[in-house]
């Protein structure tokens, strides 16, 4: 993960804007390489049942590296439902 401090974040603004826009990243903002705030796209669609952090995480893109993950489990592996 790269870490941009926000001097070099203030140069590019309009730049990594377009990037988190067009390609569904997300950028780390920090001090001394630790981070402090990450910049992640607006949701498209917004659902007004769920809280404004969960919409940003569902419609972000910011768990799209998870479609790549392997599934762990099945229905099977479920003992009760609940829903």
Not at 44 to 51: A, G, I, L, P, Q
Not at 68 to 76: A, C, F, G, H
């Amino acid at each position: 993960m790269k870490v941009l401090n926000t001097t070099e974040f203030r140069r590019n603004l309009s730049d990594f804007i377009q990037e988190v826009y067009e390609g569904n990243t997300s950028i780390v903002l920090g001090h001394h390489d630790k981070p402090r705030a990450v910049l992640i796209k607006y949701p498209d669609t917004y659902n007004e049942v769920f809280s404004d952090i969960a919409n940003m995480n569902a419609y972000s893109g910011a768990f799209n590296f998870l479609a790549d993950e392997p599934e762990l489990y099945t229905k099977d592996d479920v003992k009760e439902l609940y829903a």
